[in-house]
Each structure stands twice: as C-alpha cells, then as structure tokens.
C-alpha cells in the first residue's frame, strides 16, 4: 500500500511539475493575457479539468508556490541562529533567487513568477497581495524572536525587508523580459541586496540578535 500510494504521489507531482512546465513556456511565448487554461491542457496533452484539479484558477499556474517561499522567508526569520539580525537570515534566500534566474532555461524562466509579475498587470496585483501576507509572517517571526519588541516596529522591519526582496525579485524578472541576467548583472544584483540588508541592520538595530528563549 506504501509504495502503490508513493508511486501515485510521485506520478501526480509529475503531472503537476509538466503541466506548470508547458505553462510557463506558453506564457513565455504569448503573455498571460493571451493563454487559456484551455491552450495550458491542449499543450499538456491533459484534459482542462485536470489542469483545474491541479491549479484551481489561472494565476495559480504562476502562484503555486508562493505559500512555499512564504513558510521559507517565516522559517529563516524564526530559526535564525543567536546574532543573526532577519536581514542576514533572508540575505541567502535573495542571492539563492538571484542564482537561480541567473542559471535558468529562459524559455520557461521568462514564462515564471518573477518575469510575468512584471509584465502582466493582472499577476502584479495578486503579487501585491502575496507580499503582504509575506510582510505579515516576517513580522511575526520578527516578533516571535524580539518579543520586547513593539509590534509596529517588527512590521516596518518586515516591510523594509519584503520590500527589498520585490525590488530584487522585480529586477530579475525585468532582466529575463529582456535578455537574461549576465553574471555582471547578477553581480550587481546581489550587491545591491547586501547594501540594502547592511543598512536596515544599521536602521533596526534592535532586531539584530534574538532575545533569549523567545522562541522556546
């Protein structure tokens, strides 16, 4: 039963991964705007449906995995070792994103989140929303691990930093519209994330070390 249910999984994270592929590549090709979950089956050689059943609604083919990279940014903020200020926590999730584009196949990378919340004003505003919900559980983290600290200021914190993450995320998309980031952009990328991490640890001094057993 163990490796009949395995084997399943295995299979529909298949499925999955080739359907958000396909997609990505249409997107890629012709903009959101002008693909239908419809030219997503066809493309796939699935039915619609089972597009539906593995991406609710359209913006999901894009958005998947935003409640993973949420858990991820939470996780980094909360477990943070003793003098690991957030910024320092978040800084490797941010040059791993950079390295990542930098590397990728352009024929699907331009089709993925970064490039089309950039291009398509429709995804731009469900981003919007998800980086919200990002600002929230940064701060939550925040406030977990600085318990003395004011609530208000753990979520200009969270914000600044949020903030950062979009600009660079936002940089890396315009980048594949174009041409690509070239390892000089790249560089300069990660540069100016470290420079805008190294000043909101000098703005938010107080939320550089974590207090003890706050998060106990």
Known sequence: MGREQGLRDRKKAQTRERIADVAAALFAERDYEAVSILD???AANVSDQT???YFPAK???VLDRVDEFLELYRHAVLERAEGVSPAGALRPLV???IDRYRHADPRLARGEFPAQ???SAVLRRFALEFRERQVDAVAASITSTCP???PIVARAHAAALISVVQTITDRIGASLLDSGPSAALAADMTWAAAIAFDDLDRTFR???TISPGATS
């Open 117 to 119: 919340c950039v291009e």
């Open 148 to 150: 003395a600290l004011e």
């Open 40 to 42: 997503v089956a066809r």
């Open 59 to 61: 913006q999901d083919l």
């Open 51 to 53: 597009v539906y059943n």
């Open 206 to 208: 107080s939320v550089t």
């Open 95 to 97: 040059e791993a994103d």
